[in-house]
């Protein structure tokens, strides 16, 4: 192809992709231009004119030595990290027992599906039910195991049942993703490994797991970012409270944006969210990117 | 017994088991159909009833006093047009992006990237936008706020499925005289119309579950169905059996959707990186 032709085919391709680039343009970089002006700013909704009263790094110094935001930052990455390590080990199993043969294999693949795509927010409204003190069947259960009953909403336990709530939603997705990644494995190896001798727990080891392994991070790698942004079941069940137990970096952005109407502070707590994100989803973007080189 | 009997009486086993761990995970999905179909005192007795004389007043209730039925319009026309959108501006950007030669790194790098931004860190500034394009509580905010955050995603799965088409017949069709846009329309969508579709379902499960946009930019005249559930928690008590008529016809149609296209779903959700 001659170079004029290249150039010619890119400059009609860029057409195609115009619409697409003036919408991500228009409605998230301008906005995102926009609070990142805002964030060295004292704007406020409820001062007029003070969104030209520039302060400088004002209000990143102020959040970042706030000791509640500070707080909010360990509470997002413990929820994400704890619910994700404990959706990968409960997921691989799930996997597993999903990859054995037995019948109507389909319905309860399908039946695993059905957490992961119910609405977020009617989740998190709903476990409020399932957590209650008296009314709930997971204190039932406890009492009925003879255990005592478990008051989970409060300041010591709410925000282990964020976690456990996130965990039921979760865990299918592992589970998903594990049983794609087992069913790309060679059975032949296996197969080869038993015959050589290899005990059951070394083929588990060095056949399954590391096999999986290219899985377990890309599922948890998403998984973990996602986590870190969640915001609709998190708030319809706890709002952040009691207290600030369950206050993520989502909901404290959003309480501080929607109640205090201070937009200045409110703009450089996203900006500081989005450089968290963008820095623990580094590794996986760069993959991401790469791959799709190669593909083609 | 012989062996094929054996093995048949452990595949039987081995299911009942399976289903019985299945049937357990889901006990919070089953409590919330129940509970729809429940006063909201036999959901609130215990020890839990699991039998009790079944109700439609929670489903009446939506259906008549709150007026749910409206709520769930703006929740299909928003997410419908949104998601209508979102394949016509997604699936000619990813037909460029694997036929037309552009050397498109940057586009490549920001659609991941807008992929991974936090909903919550864009929704102050585009609240305020939106307060000043005086486009508060319509349906035109939350359908181009969801178009553009759900776009990163189609382009990425429509690119994939556009990498499956043969290169080969793109080529033949150019020489035989057709417009790219021919070859796009004619060849490359009739081939992923399954990957389109999948797509599409999966962009309108996303917005018919968003809620935090919803909150922020809408109250009443735009106001979604997840919105209109948060008042169902009220001063005076939570309305579980409206909770759980609300969550019974909220949810159906996305988990049909979901099941039928489960051969997409972790494809989709990984960004095509596990088929």
Known sequence: MSREHISASSLRGYLWISPAAAMLILVLALPMIYSLKASFTASSLLSPGSEQDFVGWSNYWQTLTDPEYRMAVVTTVAYAILAVSIELVLGTFVALMLNETFFLTPVLRSAWIVPMVVTPAIVGLFWILLYDETHGIFNYALVKLGFSPVPWLDVNHAFTSIVIMDVWQSTPFFALVMLAGLQSRNEEILEAARVDGASPLQCFYYLTISHLMPYMLIASSFRIIAAMGDFDKIYMLTAGGPGLVTTTLSIQTYKVGFNTFDIGRTAAMAWLFLLIVLIISGPLICYLGKTSDAER | ?275
């Open chain 2, 1 to 275: 017994m012989s062996s094929t009997q054996k093995a048949l009486l452990k595949k039987l086993v081995v299911t009942a088991a399976f289903f019985g761990i299945g049937v357990f995970y889901l006990i919070p999905y089953i409590w919330l159909v129940l509970t729809g179909f429940r006063m909201t005192v036999d959901t609130l007795a215990i020890p839990p009833r699991f039998i009790f004389a079944p109700t439609f007043s929670g489903f009446k209730y939506i259906f008549g006093p709150v007026r749910f039925q409206w709520y769930l319009l703006n929740s299909f026309v928003i997410a419908s047009i949104a998601t209508f959108v979102v394949i016509l501006v997604a699936a000619p950007a990813a037909y460029a992006l694997v036929n037309l030669g552009i050397r498109a790194k940057t586009f490549l790098y920001s659609i991941i990237v807008a992929r991974m931004i936090p909903a919550v860190s864009i929704v102050v500034p585009i609240y305020l936008m939106a307060i000043k394009l005086g486009l508060l509580d319509t349906y035109q905010i939350l359908i181009a706020i969801y178009a553009t955050v759900n776009l990163p995603f189609a382009i990425w799965m429509m690119r994939a499925f556009f990498r499956d088409v043969p290169p080969s017949l793109r080529e033949a069709a150019i020489i035989d005289g057709c417009s790219e846009f021919r070859v796009f329309r004619s060849v490359f969508m009739p081939i992923s119309a399954g990957g389109a579709l999948a797509t599409a379902v999966f962009v309108f499960i996303a917005c018919w579950n968003e809620l935090l946009f919803a909150l922020v930019l809408t109250n009443s005249k735009a106001a979604t169905a997840p919105l209109a559930m948060v008042n169902f928690r009220t001063d005076w008590g939570i309305q579980w059996n409206a909770i759980g008529a609300g969550a019974v016809v909220l949810s159906t149609p996305v988990i049909v959707f979901a099941v039928a296209m489960q051969r997409y779903l972790i494809r989709g959700m990984t960004m095509g990186s596990v088929k």
